[in-house]
C-alpha cells in the first residue's frame, strides 16, 4: 500500500495563501487520479478537486477561481495551490489516491489530513 502524507497546513488571515503538498511514497505503484478533499468543523467531507495522471483538474465551484491543483509524477506529488482564502475555506483538508499495483491491482489511499484555519 502507499502512504500519503499532507504538509502545508496552518493558520491564515483571508485573503491569504497557503500551498499543500501530497507525498505518495513506499511502493512501486502507478499513481492514477488524485484529489484534494475537505471536511469543515461540523460537515461532511467534501471534494475539493481532482487531478488526472494527464493533468487534467476538476475543481468544486466553490474553490474555482482560487485553488488549483498540480503534480510533479517524478515526485509522486500532489499539491493544492490555496489562493484568496476565505473564513469557510476552514477544513481538515485529505489527500485520496487511487493506485494500480505492479501486479496490477487497484486500490486507493487516504492521507490523514492537514488542519487549514482561515481566521483574522
Known amino acids: 500500500q502507499v502512504q500519503l502524507v499532507e504538509s502545508g497546513g496552518g493558520l491564515v488571515q483571508p485573503g491569504g495563501s497557503l500551498r499543500l503538498s501530497c507525498v505518495a511514497s513506499g511502493s512501486r505503484s502507478t499513481i492514477n487520479d488524485m484529489g484534494w478533499y475537505r471536511q469543515p468543523p461540523g460537515k461532511q467531507r467534501e471534494l475539493v478537486g481532482t487531478?488526472?495522471?494527464?493533468?487534467?483538474?476538476n475543481l468544486a465551484d466553490s474553490v474555482k477561481g482560487r485553488f488549483t491543483i498540480s503534480r510533479d509524477n517524478a515526485k509522486n506529488t500532489a499539491y493544492l495551490q490555496m489562493n484568496s482564502l476565505k473564513p469557510e475555506d476552514t477544513a481538515a483538508y485529505y489527500c485520496?489516491?487511487?493506485?494500480?499495483?505492479?501486479?496490477?491491482?487497484?486500490?486507493?489511499?487516504w492521507g490523514q489530513g492537514t488542519q487549514v484555519t482561515v481566521s483574522s
Open positions: 485520496h489516491a487511487n493506485f494500480t499495483s505492479r501486479l496490477g491491482y487497484i486500490y486507493n489511499s
Open positions: 487531478i488526472s495522471k494527464d493533468g487534467i483538474t
